[in-house]
């Protein structure tokens, strides 16, 4: 079995990678605490914790300085919520072996969401669909990247949230932010411009752990010992991330993260089917 | 106070405070069980449900156990108390839409972290 220390140290380099690359944390320390020895059933409980520290203290200034959508992100919870609750209930009731390969499958799924090709929208010509209108999902933010407020509309708010709910499914059974595919969803189904999607996608990710941790600690698969050196490593190593993140090519960075989601995908597949987790 | 600055002072204050109470329950486990994470009875979380959990922080067994307990209680009830600020907010402000909304979330997320799981 691992040592605190070691738990520490992975989980700040994975935090560290995975704020860089947008992967994100746990996507990265699982795998690596799950070579190590940790059972994965335990190691997904436990990052969750990270997960929620992550997201609360990356939201905070995005909340305080106005960029994130709040309602659209409590719309979305709605259905983020559930499908964590449905995810980690499934991660309760499968196999070890079943969720490690949901895990490599997910980690896989990643590589391809980064092939899709995005068209970014101008953020004022998006047509509203009637609900998203009745909602009043719209709003505005300052860019200082075009020294202008940049007001935005939103649309496709039900399919959205449908979709959301999935992404909620796969975070909660496999203990990860899901921010991947959280921003595509925003950015391709609601037409979210970026920076609000961002920002409001690493909000949504706190709440929709909350919702998976809840399942767990009711469990019996949540690890004192494990969750809180986790979250400790995790939150620092992705502020440092962070912090290096505008200094680095994008190149770079894009390779860094296949080379991580492969690297995870490949182990966990390797522990189901080789070493049967 | 408009509701982001609340919402990101309490984000803010909520990951400190949980941060601290986790790192000062690590270094007193560090101290007192040495340097091995074991996946045992006393690590594992074995509540029917999060209020249980956290009715039993004073419990411990150890002070380490208890750090550890409350700096994870602090952290989820984070984004918990911010869809309960989000809630009063909304109502105060007569949006009904995002009241009811709101309470959607608030009333799931009471329901998951407060009713014990069955027995299995």
Same mark, same amino acid.
């Given at each position: 079995m691992v040592g605190v220390i070691e738990v520490i140290l992975v989980s700040l380099a994975a935090g560290f990678l995975g704020s860089l690359t947008g992967l994100g944390g746990a996507s990265v320390t699982i795998p690596l605490l799950v070579l190590l020895g940790v059972p994965v059933k335990h %190691?997904? +409980?436990?990052s969750l914790i990270s997960v929620i520290a992550t997201s609360t203290g990356s939201s905070s200034s995005f909340v305080? *300085?106005?960029?994130t959508n709040l309602r659209a992100a409590m719309f979305l919870e709605c259905f983020t919520i559930t499908g964590a609750i449905a995810g980690a209930f499934l991660t309760v009731t499968v196999s070890p072996t079943a969720v490690a390969l949901t895990f490599s499958a997910v980690m896989i799924a990643s590589l391809l969401l980064t092939r899709v090709v995005r068209s970014p929208q101008e953020p004022g010509s998006v047509k509203q669909d009637k609900f998203s209108s009745w909602l009043g999902l719209e709003g505005s933010y300052f860019d200082?990247?075009?020294?202008?407020?940049?007001?935005?509309?939103?649309?496709?708010?039900?399919?959205?949230?449908?979709?959301? %709910?999935? +992404?909620?499914?796969?975070?909660?059974?496999?203990?990860?932010?899901?921010?991947?595919?959280?921003?595509?969803?925003? *950015?391709?189904?609601?037409k979210m411009p970026t920076k609000v999607s961002t920002s409001t996608s690493n909000l949504i990710m706190g709440m929709t752990a909350l919702a998976g941790a809840g399942v767990y600690v009711a469990s019996g698969l949540m690890v004192l010992d494990l969750a809180a050196p986790m979250a400790l490593g995790t939150t620092l190593g992705s502020a440092l991330g962070s912090r290096l993140l505008t200094r680095m090519r994008d190149v770079n960075l894009r390779r860094l993260y296949f080379a991580l989601a492969a690297a995870s995908a490949s182990v966990m597949l390797y522990r189901a089917l080789v070493l049967g987790v | 106070m408009r509701l982001e600055r609340v919402l990101g002072l309490l984000m803010l204050a909520g990951t400190i405070a949980s941060l601290a109470l986790m790192a000062l329950g690590i270094s007193l486990y560090f101290l007192q069980h040495?340097?091995?994470?074991?996946?045992?009875?006393?690590?594992?979380?074995?509540?029917r449900s999060f209020l249980e959990f956290v009715?039993?922080?004073?419990?411990?067994?150890?002070?380490?156990?208890?750090?550890?307990?409350?700096?994870?209680?602090?952290?989820?009830l984070t984004p918990y108390s911010r869809a309960v600020i989000s809630l009063v907010y909304f109502a105060a402000r007569r949006e009904w839409k995002f009241t009811a909304i709101t309470g959607l979330v608030v009333t799931a997320l009471s329901a998951l972290l407060m009713l014990p799981a069955a027995p299995s």
């Amino acid at each position: 079995m691992v040592g605190v220390i070691e738990v520490i140290l992975v989980s700040l380099a994975a935090g560290f990678l995975g704020s860089l690359t947008g992967l994100g944390g746990a996507s990265v320390t699982i795998p690596l605490l799950v070579l190590l020895g940790v059972p994965v059933k335990h %190691a997904i +409980a436990s990052s969750l914790i990270s997960v929620i520290a992550t997201s609360t203290g990356s939201s905070s200034s995005f909340v305080t *300085e106005g960029v994130t959508n709040l309602r659209a992100a409590m719309f979305l919870e709605c259905f983020t919520i559930t499908g964590a609750i449905a995810g980690a209930f499934l991660t309760v009731t499968v196999s070890p072996t079943a969720v490690a390969l949901t895990f490599s499958a997910v980690m896989i799924a990643s590589l391809l969401l980064t092939r899709v090709v995005r068209s970014p929208q101008e953020p004022g010509s998006v047509k509203q669909d009637k609900f998203s209108s009745w909602l009043g999902l719209e709003g505005s933010y300052f860019d200082p990247s075009v020294g202008k407020e940049v007001s935005y509309k939103l649309t496709n708010a039900l399919y959205g949230g449908l979709a959301m %709910a999935w +992404a909620g499914a796969v975070a909660g059974m496999l203990g990860i932010g899901a921010g991947a595919f959280k921003v595509a969803i925003h *950015e391709t189904v609601l037409k979210m411009p970026t920076k609000v999607s961002t920002s409001t996608s690493n909000l949504i990710m706190g709440m929709t752990a909350l919702a998976g941790a809840g399942v767990y600690v009711a469990s019996g698969l949540m690890v004192l010992d494990l969750a809180a050196p986790m979250a400790l490593g995790t939150t620092l190593g992705s502020a440092l991330g962070s912090r290096l993140l505008t200094r680095m090519r994008d190149v770079n960075l894009r390779r860094l993260y296949f080379a991580l989601a492969a690297a995870s995908a490949s182990v966990m597949l390797y522990r189901a089917l080789v070493l049967g987790v | 106070m408009r509701l982001e600055r609340v919402l990101g002072l309490l984000m803010l204050a909520g990951t400190i405070a949980s941060l601290a109470l986790m790192a000062l329950g690590i270094s007193l486990y560090f101290l007192q069980h040495g340097e091995e994470v074991s996946v045992s009875e006393r690590w594992v979380v074995r509540s029917r449900s999060f209020l249980e959990f956290v009715a039993s922080i004073g419990e411990g067994p150890s002070l380490s156990v208890v750090l550890m307990k409350a700096g994870v209680a602090t952290l989820m009830l984070t984004p918990y108390s911010r869809a309960v600020i989000s809630l009063v907010y909304f109502a105060a402000r007569r949006e009904w839409k995002f009241t009811a909304i709101t309470g959607l979330v608030v009333t799931a997320l009471s329901a998951l972290l407060m009713l014990p799981a069955a027995p299995s």
